[in-house]
């Protein structure tokens, strides 16, 4: 089985990217793996010393195969960096593992990434690979297919990539055309195509949703991790993208999961209703007003 190259992407955030590497470290197949880190150029003066120190970092980085660094010259963002990064990568390899510098993944992740790229190469049907469990449901299988892509730990082949759209409004017209909206939605449970929206509206810039439309919108399906073998740190106020609150993707699952072709290459309706289940729990007002109310019992006051 070949392994496949692991994108990393970094910014300024030195210790968060320190976990990142020493994560993938502790994955056997590290020292057999090629590892491209991709760091974005400073957007302002005051990250220029962050920036700095993350890059005196991965400049030293060893355990891998071998280590690529691209040092942006100028701050592209993160949306811009990852398409970028993903498609000078795959163009020439095939398929990929993306990180970002909040992710900390456990010693197996490696192992499923790998595994699963080699057994769905070649199936039109699948176009991701995510390890990052977000519901924390127990009925879950091991491993699951759903319509849906997740950004924490995932990985994708040439051929899916190709079908990557970046043009938000074309990918919002066709979804409201087709009347898809509220399946995308996870039948109105969390606000996907509202966050699509507001990317066209300049409001945000994210990839991630382009991504999952663009899959979404070509019927393919996600190969999940049933049980995390990722989780996202960046939950501390110290990304663009992320606030504060709880960790991303639960407690790592510290075994390995069984990588196997489903019985039907369909999405597994238990899984979308573990999806179901776990938005309209999250994402309810209540919810919303419960963690608001708990984050300023802490002292933090942000939006």
Known sequence: MKLSP??????????????????????????????????????????????????????????????????????????????DGVTETISRYGRVIVMEDDLVVSPHFLEFMNEA??????????????????????????????????????????????????DGKALLDELERRKLTRTFDFEGTYGYTRMLRRQT???NDSWAIRWNASLFLKGMLSYNAGKSLVKNEGFDGSGTHCGKGDGGGGRLYAGRLKVERPHTMEEAPDARAAFVRYYARTNSFMAKALRRIRRTLKGDFGA
């Not at 210790?15 to 590892?35: C, D, G, I």
């Not at 990250?47 to 280590?67: D, M, P, S, T, W």
């Open 6 to 83: 692991i994108l990393l992407f970094v910014y300024n955030r030195p210790q968060h990217t320190r976990e990142a590497v020493e994560s993938l470290l502790r994955n056997p197949q590290a020292k057999m793996s090629e590892l491209f880190v991709y760091s974005d150029g400073a957007k302002d003066e005051s990250a220029c010393e962050a920036v700095e120190e993350v890059r005196r970092y991965v400049r030293n980085i060893n355990g891998f195969q071998h280590v690529t660094i691209v040092e942006r010259e100028t701050n592209r963002g993160l949306a811009r960096n990852i398409i």
């Open 117 to 166: 790229l080699e057994l769905f190469e070649n199936e039109p049907r699948v176009g991701h690979v995510h390890a990052c469990e977000i519901t924390g449901d127990p009925l879950l299988p091991e491993t699951f297919l759903v319509r849906w892509t997740g950004s924490w730990g995932w990985g994708t082949w040439q051929r899916a990539w190709n079908l990557f759209n970046p």
């Open 201 to 203: 509206e300049g409001k």
